[in-house]
């Protein structure tokens, strides 16, 4: 792989452990460590760890490295409440700009994850968290602002280790949001395909809030 792709893999790999609660708030992560469990040089690994920290899933302590940050209700609140708003703003924009090709990835994800509810077990959590991760991530990309897609990528990732470090039982389907959230994601596709901005923008900040509203019983 050459430089890029081997930064890419580390990044990617690093969220992975953390979504996968390897690591707990207050944990640090290890360039040592991350380098020896990847088999990667240090620089890939360091510039990784550099952009989690950038992107706000990560804090950097001086002379001690990055770790992740305590996570706490009031921290939950505000996450949350940014997600909701700029997850529906991108949702409003992919139904004005989103091609027909977009709409298509978009219902292929849909398949994928109507196959996957249909069987249980630790792989198939695996399978939907992916999937989810594709979908919202996927929006953010269709709706054609760089600004958007950035800011829902940040917010994102953090609000999903919360979902993670408060509920490790969450697999999407019959844990948070009493099961909607494949039922959500139908209704939130057909907005976006309907070009029904609106629509499509409060869709998605229901499908949060509801998210939201049964992780928060728990914290």
Known sequence: MNKQNLEEFAYESIIGLILENHFSPGDFLLETELSKKFQLSRTPVRHALAKLVAEG?????????CYIPSATPQDARHVFYARERIEGLTAA???RYAVDSDIEYLYELLEKEQRVSNHRGEENKRSYLKI??????????????KYLEQYCTNIFWRSHAYILFFNPDYNGLTAI????GPTQHIE????IENRNEEKAENLVKQHIRTTFEELFIRI
């Open 188 to 191: 939130i596709t057909k907005a």
């Open 93 to 95: 924009s992919a139904a």
């Open 177 to 180: 949001g009493q099961g909607l």
């Open 57 to 65: 899933f990560l804090e950097r302590k001086k002379k001690k490295g």
């Open 132 to 145: 989810n991760e594709n979908f919202h991530l996927g929006i953010a990309r269709i709706s054609h602002n």
